[in-house]
């Protein structure tokens, strides 16, 4: 039983949790073509169900054999790109959402566990289980009929649907949880990371001793200090400079040597575009003064 082509507009809204869905797309069809290259904005994300035939997809640069009862999300800005078999064309039923946090209701657990889906989790291809498969169905058959109340239906489906996806996600998701929540006990990782090796600290060695993706160590720096990785390095390279220039007997040379820049003139520029003066200027017009102390009588 194949499920009849379609493709609609409208957007059916619902809610979730703390998260307000919108559907910019729901559709059915046959793959004739291959699908270039490309990404969604920010809060969008695309769920796509193999229904039946073959094909390969890439996903950020890993690609992966597809076949039927196959299903992936891509989130926000995840590169994607599918490629259809001649042979054996590939059915698929994708539902191409936007959604966003209502602030105004308490965070709960099914809202934090959809938004690192959509949002964080490393895209992987998953089986579908057998529970989705009629909500797919019965989703399509009101969108083509539009019988009276199909828009409360397939909100209503739609929901189903996405909750049954947050099941199938669950090892994977329960995973990213545990190594979070172990970030979140032990942040001091990174941040003895960048404190004590600022001018050799690499994305890929502070992954591994956090036991996660280099994705998804981005992610927990742009989550926890709102910096990108090189942001957060060049920060931490920023304030071991202020500290090592205030050791009166280091010459700059040999400070930048330390931070590990290549030149005292790229140092030097690097300092100034960061502070807003140089370092030769710290040194002599803003450099703090030690206090003084006097003995304990």
Request: proline share 4%; hydrophobic share 40%.
């Given at each position: 039983?194949?499920?009849?082509?379609?493709h609609s507009n409208e957007d059916f809204t619902f809610t979730i949790g703390n998260l307000m869905f919108h559907t910019l797309a729901v559709s059915s069809a046959k793959f004739t073509t291959d699908i270039s290259v490309h990404s969604h904005s920010a809060n969008s994300c695309e769920i796509h169900y193999i229904m039946s035939g073959e094909g390969v997809v890439t996903l950020h640069g890993k690609t992966f054999p597809v076949s039927a009862e196959n299903i992936y999300i891509t989130g926000p800005f995840v590169e994607h790109a599918q490629i259809y078999n001649s042979a054996d064309p590939m059915i698929e039923f994708c539902i191409y959402l936007s959604?966003?946090?209502?602030?105004?209701?308490?965070?709960?657990?099914?809202?934090?566990?959809?938004?690192?889906?959509?949002?964080?989790?490393?895209?992987?291809?998953?089986?579908?289980?057998?529970?989705?498969?009629p909500i797919a169905f019965q989703i399509a058959k009101e969108c083509i009929s539009k019988s009276y109340g199909y828009a409360a239906v397939v909100s209503a489906l739609l929901q189903q649907f996405i909750v049954l996806c947050l099941r199938i996600y669950s090892k994977t998701l329960l995973n990213s949880t545990a190594a979070t929540s172990s970030l979140e006990t032990n942040y001091l990782i990174i941040e003895n990371s960048f404190l004590?090796?600022?001018?050799?600290?690499?994305?890929?060695?502070?992954?591994?001793?956090?036991?996660?993706?280099?994705?998804?160590?981005a992610r927990i720096l742009l989550k926890?200090?709102?910096k990108n990785f090189q942001q957060k390095k060049l920060e931490a390279k920023m304030?071991?400079?202020?500290?090592?220039?205030?050791?009166?007997?280091?010459?700059?040379?040999?400070?930048?040597e330390q931070l590990g820049y290549s030149s005292v003139e790229h140092f030097s520029s690097s300092f100034k575009k960061y502070h807003g003066y140089s370092p030769s200027f710290y040194r002599k017009k803003l450099l703090p003064s030690r206090p003084s102390f006097s003995p304990l009588c």
């Amino acid at each position: 039983m194949e499920i009849q082509e379609f493709h609609s507009n409208e957007d059916f809204t619902f809610t979730i949790g703390n998260l307000m869905f919108h559907t910019l797309a729901v559709s059915s069809a046959k793959f004739t073509t291959d699908i270039s290259v490309h990404s969604h904005s920010a809060n969008s994300c695309e769920i796509h169900y193999i229904m039946s035939g073959e094909g390969v997809v890439t996903l950020h640069g890993k690609t992966f054999p597809v076949s039927a009862e196959n299903i992936y999300i891509t989130g926000p800005f995840v590169e994607h790109a599918q490629i259809y078999n001649s042979a054996d064309p590939m059915i698929e039923f994708c539902i191409y959402l936007s959604f966003e946090k209502m602030t105004r209701k308490p965070e709960d657990d099914i809202s934090n566990a959809l938004y690192t889906i959509f949002m964080e989790a490393d895209p992987e291809i998953h089986k579908v289980e057998a529970f989705l498969i009629p909500i797919a169905f019965q989703i399509a058959k009101e969108c083509i009929s539009k019988s009276y109340g199909y828009a409360a239906v397939v909100s209503a489906l739609l929901q189903q649907f996405i909750v049954l996806c947050l099941r199938i996600y669950s090892k994977t998701l329960l995973n990213s949880t545990a190594a979070t929540s172990s970030l979140e006990t032990n942040y001091l990782i990174i941040e003895n990371s960048f404190l004590f090796e600022y001018s050799t600290i690499t994305l890929m060695t502070l992954s591994k001793r956090l036991n996660l993706s280099p994705r998804q160590t981005a992610r927990i720096l742009l989550k926890y200090y709102h910096k990108n990785f090189q942001q957060k390095k060049l920060e931490a390279k920023m304030s071991a400079a202020l500290f090592l220039l205030q050791t009166k007997d280091m010459k700059i040379s040999a400070a930048a040597e330390q931070l590990g820049y290549s030149s005292v003139e790229h140092f030097s520029s690097s300092f100034k575009k960061y502070h807003g003066y140089s370092p030769s200027f710290y040194r002599k017009k803003l450099l703090p003064s030690r206090p003084s102390f006097s003995p304990l009588c």
